[in-house]
């Protein structure tokens, strides 16, 4: 096999798995978190790895479409409060941090979405609105989209397209013109 086709078969491999992945996700689940998002005051973000900079994107985007979206930790973080959201990305639903914080946002009155592989996993108790993208993850559960992408790949890259398919959806939702998002561009660089 030439580099060219090498390439070519790893772009249709990730392809054909995120489009897997993301068709398989609840549109009505999709629905609720997108009112869930509209209705807040602020909406948080929380994960590990590269999950977190999957969400570092969304929460950027989002910021653009007129959300107040902040990364927890973030330096400039506020408090949150019970008109507020915090979206854990955890594809286990497992992982101690986010658990943590999910725990305490729950106890201080916000919304939790879980995005995740996972239904039942520890986060479920603190979940208000779960979005299940069923991909490989560790826990290896037999109804899981295989992936032939190293370790939990597949869920990073299907989490970050999330996050554009729903800001779309949101763009929609507010009739926002395209145009006018370039106002709310960094515009220091």
Not at 16 to 21: G, L, Q, S, V
Not at 97 to 126: C, D, M, Q, R
Not at 162 to 187: C, R, S, V, Y
Request: with cysteine; glycine share 6%; proline share 3%.
């Amino acid at each position: 096999m030439t580099a060219q086709q090498n390439y070519i078969d790893k772009c249709s491999t990730v392809l054909d798995e995120c489009t897997r992945a993301l068709q398989s996700v609840d549109s009505n689940s999709v629905a609720h978190y997108l009112r869930v998002l509209m209705e807040a005051e602020k909406v948080f973000f929380i994960g590990v790895g590269r999950v977190l900079l999957s969400l570092k994107s969304i929460c950027k985007r989002y910021s653009h479409l007129g959300i107040n979206a902040i990364v927890v930790g973030d330096i400039t973080e506020p408090a949150i409060t019970g008109k507020d959201v915090l979206v854990v990305g955890s594809g286990s639903g497992e992982t101690l941090i986010p658990l943590s914080i999910a725990g305490k946002a729950k106890k201080l009155g916000a919304t939790v979405v879980h995005i995740g592989s996972n239904p039942e996993s520890s986060l479920s108790e603190y979940t208000d609105v779960f979005i299940r993208i069923p991909v490989s993850s560790k826990l290896k559960r037999i109804d899981e989209i295989v992936s032939r992408q190293p370790m939990t790949s597949l869920f990073e890259q299907s989490l970050l397209l999330f996050g554009d398919i729903t800001a779309m959806m949101i763009l929609e939702e507010k009739n926002i013109p395209l145009e006018d998002l370039w106002q709310f561009h960094a515009n220091l660089e």
